[in-house]
Each structure stands twice: as structure tokens, then as C-alpha cells.
């Protein structure tokens, strides 16, 4: 599964920075610019980790630090900050957060912090798996209750991507960044278009389907 980053950050050019960041690391990213969208995103989306500002419009950085240390326990946090003083740094780790780094940082020393803060998940497998759909992710062979599905290049890579994170929501905006991040002038609406592409070859011949749409954020696959 391709882990999912929560940047909470309101200056607009440190976020794309970040973003882009992250996205060539091939890591799925989540923007929030203030509090209650990042608290909002969260309880929705579970990322497996957050980049977080202090100095934001709406809520103090230490109030959100405390609320997710009480509420996501195992939610990996680090802090990115313009606030360098070493009882800033003190007062953030002790408020829960994992890391503490402040600006203005280097991008690679970001991501090393990042990865090494990140779940190892055990084993691999070529296939992947849910209910009666598998997915070779060598061959590229998708299978729907044992019958062979064809799908275009572009369906396979949005069908992998899906399988990849089945079970986490992912939005219109992680989609088009991940499999049209190259393309100029594209907007979301493309994702929705290949999504009702998909779910035409994958789920319409079958009582259970497993492609849903979440209204207002995007798409899960998951059984039922």
C-alpha cells in the first residue's frame, strides 16, 4: 500500500513545494490550509502521517498536536516550523509529535524523516487482492470472479492504484496527480470518466461492487 501524507500548511508555495515532494517519492499527499480542514481530512481519510505547521490561520498547531495524540494515538506526526527555539522543540515532542523540523529545511532531509517514520509493512505478493478481483502486478492480468477483465493501460494503472490503497478513500486531486500528474490542462472531471470506465468492467456483471464513490472527496474500492 502506498502511504498517504496529510500537509497541513497555509503558505500556498511551501505546500505545492511540499507536494510535489512527496509525489515524486511516490507517496500519496492530502493539503489542508487550516485546522479544521486538516481535522476534518484526517478523520476521513486516515493518512498514515502528518506534515504539520503551527502557525495556522484558525488553530493553534498545539491544540491539533494534543486533540491527534489523544484521538489517533498511532498517527506518525511531524512538525514543520518556522519556530526554531529549542523550547518550541521540546514543548511540540512532548505534545505528542515525532519529529520536529523547521524552516527553512532541505527537501531530501524531509523525506528521509518521513520514510523513516512510516510503517514497514512485511511480505509482498505479485497479486493483489479483493473479494473475487486479483490483480497481477507483474503480468497485469486482472481477474474478476476467475474470468479474465481487459482493460486499457490507463485503466490498469487507475485499477492498480485502487487496489494499492483499497480502503482508503482517495480523492479526485490524488488520482489526477498520480496517474495524469505529466498531462497540461487536465481537470479532475477525466477521473470520474475513468472511473465509470472501470466500473463498467469491473463491477457491472457482479452483485457486489466494490468501486464507491465517497460524495464531496472521491473514490474507495472496498467489498460491500
Known amino acids: 500500500m502506498i502511504s498517504t501524507i496529510l500537509v497541513v500548511e497555509d503558505d500556498k508555495d511551501i ?6 515532494l512527496l509525489l515524486d517519492h511516490n507517496l500519496n499527499v492530502i493539503t489542508a490550509t487550516n485546522g479544521a480542514t486538516a481535522l476534518k481530512l484526517i478523520k476521513k481519510t486516515h493518512p498514515d502521517l502528518v506534515i504539520l505547521d503551527l502557525g495556522l490561520p484558525d488553530i493553534s498547531g498545539e ?3 494534543m486533540q491527534l495524540h489523544k484521538e489517533y494515538p498511532d498517527l506518525r506526526i511531524i512538525i514543520l516550523t518556522a519556530r526554531d527555539s529549542m523550547a518550541n522543540k ?6 505528542g509529535a515525532d519529529d520536529y523540523l523547521t524552516k527553512p529545511f532541505n527537501g531530501e532531509e524531509l523525506i528521509a524523516r518521513i520514510q523513516a517514520r512510516l510503517r514497514r509493512l512485511a511480505g509482498s505478493s505479485d497479486t493483489l487482492r479483493l473479494d473475487d478481483l486479483e490483480f497481477n502486478t507483474k503480468t497485469l492480468v486482472v481477474t474478476r470472479g476467475g474470468k479474465e477483465v481487459s482493460l486499457t493501460p490507463q485503466e490498469t494503472k487507475l485499477l492498480q492504484y485502487l487496489m494499492q490503497n483499497q480502503g482508503r478513500i482517495l480523492t479526485r486531486e490524488m488520482i489526477l496527480n498520480r496517474l495524469w500528474m505529466s498531462a497540461i490542462d487536465v481537470d479532475t472531471r ?6 465509470g470506465y472501470l466500473r463498467k468492467k469491473i463491477d457491472r456483471n457482479s452483485k457486489r461492487k466494490l468501486i464507491h464513490s465517497v460524495r464531496g472527496f472521491g473514490y474507495i474500492l472496498k467489498s460491500g
Open 15 to 20: 505546500q505545492e513545494y511540499i507536494t510535489q
Open 90 to 95: 521540546i514543548q511540540g515532542l512532548n505534545l
Open 63 to 65: 491544540s491539533i498536536l
Open 190 to 195: 477525466i477521473v470520474d470518466v475513468y472511473i
